[in-house]
């Protein structure tokens, strides 16, 4: 049963029909199945907008009748679920040296993806390499190309001419423009740009440990580090995208303030481990070194419990998140051990009698982490319901 003060609620204006679409497609989403009966007492809507919904969506192929449910007198109430192959959702994410790519499912689930090696990050090299990779998958998956609803494509922060520059994360041949028309146009679908903790945070909420969850945050563990913030379903982007830099935010660490990703980031691992002349080009590799308890990738691991708690305190106090996850291309192990050692604030928001959810929690890892998020966010668009003013 539902309970109409959860979720979004619908609007029975005629310029709100696109709006109400998605309340309808998100409780489909939500329940797995439900009835017309249900979605109306659930959003407000009325019954007969509802079943006016329910035929679009049915005519569109994006959902299905999915058997009956007998409730009291009457006829048993027609059930209807998501249709998985009804739609899918194209995710690039785009780094230094390649292009990482993969297709969903309506309801979340990955039906290809690949990578490829890129031999330059300029446009041409990136948007031939992608196409390449967009054709093979969709090939090699079955995935009929009019059925995209679109297509998220990753790239490390920030966007845009800055002050923050030489991180050894970022692609600054790109920086001067954004590049959602081009890829648009390359792509003939409609873009989403985003930045990979951005998109690894919303792929939690379609496929991962945020579901169910309106408002939390994603410490995101790319070359550098970054952080998605997700209030009541939506991200928060910033002004120019670059909201969650948070790899460059000043934190404490054995006496002296420093970046954080200077000490916790994959990119810091790696130099620490270069230092001693260990090579961890991979997550596998990290995985391994663990493993071994390699004494110092242990080292590293203890000195960044205090620049991570400290961060972890920044973003408890300023977003008031129901969880902060961790998650990216770091192994499980790692993430685990440093969830492990976080000090949490005493003095922080997120200290409550009443929580029902760990205040930390790991997310999706893996290379592939900010590629099925990319997708995700196109998935996530088709559900999140939001009126223009």
């Known amino acids: 049963m539902f309970v109409a003060s959860d979720i979004t609620v619908g609007a029975n204006a005629g310029r709100a029909r696109s709006h109400n679409r998605q309340v309808v497609l998100d409780r489909v989403r939500t329940a797995g199945r439900v009835g017309r009966a249900e979605i109306a007492r659930a959003s407000g809507l009325t019954t007969q907008a509802v079943s006016n919904i329910i035929a679009d969506l049915l005519e569109d192929g994006l959902i299905v009748e999915q058997g009956r449910h007998a409730a009291g007198r009457g006829l048993p109430a027609v059930q209807y679920a998501l249709n998985a192959s009804g739609g899918y959702a194209l995710g690039v994410e785009i780094r230094p ?10 309801c979340g689930e990955t039906v290809a993806a690949d990578r490829r090696d890129l031999a330059s990050p300029d446009r041409d090299s990136v948007t031939e390499t992608m196409l390449g990779l967009r054709d093979h998958l969709l090939k090699a998956s ?20 800055t ?5 050894g994360s970022e692609l600054p041949s790109w920086a001067e423009s954004a590049p959602d028309h081009w890829f648009s146009e390359a792509l003939e679908l409609p873009v989403v740009i985003e930045n990979d903790a951005n998109a690894a945070a919303i792929a939690e909420r379609i496929v991962g440990v945020a579901q169910g969850l309106e408002t939390y945050a994603f410490i995101y563990f790319g070359s550098g580090i970054g952080l998605g913030v997700v209030q009541n379903g939506r991200l928060i982007t910033g002004a120019h995208g670059n909201a969650g830099e948070i790899g460059h ?8 303030s420093v970046p954080l990703e200077s000490r916790v980031s994959r990119l810091s691992v790696q130099r620490a481990l270069a230092g001693a002349g260990i090579t961890a080009a991979s997550v596998s590799d990290l995985d391994r070194l663990y493993a071994a308890r390699t004494p110092e990738l242990m080292a590293w691991l203890d000195a960044a419990a205090e620049p991570l708690s400290a961060a972890i305190a920044i973003v408890e106090n300023l977003f008031d998140p129901s969880t902060v996850i961790l998650g990216g291309a770091m192994p499980d192990t790692l ?3 440093l969830i492990g050692s976080v000090t949490l604030a005493e003095t922080s928001v997120a200290r409550r009698d009443d929580r029902t959810t760990a205040r930390l929690l790991r997310g999706a890892s893996g290379r592939m982490t900010a590629t099925l998020g990319a997708a995700a966010i196109v998935i996530n668009h088709a559900f999140t319901p939001k009126i223009a003013a």
């Open 335 to 337: 993430l685990d051990h």
């Open 249 to 256: 935010i000043p934190v404490p660490a054995g006496g002296e």
């Open 163 to 167: 002050g923050i520059r030489d991180s």
């Open 142 to 161: 079955g995935t009929p190309p009019d059925r995209l609803l679109g297509a998220g494509v990753v790239m490390p922060g920030p966007f845009g001419a």
């Open 97 to 106: 040296d390649a292009v990482f790519a993969a297709v969903l499912n309506l």
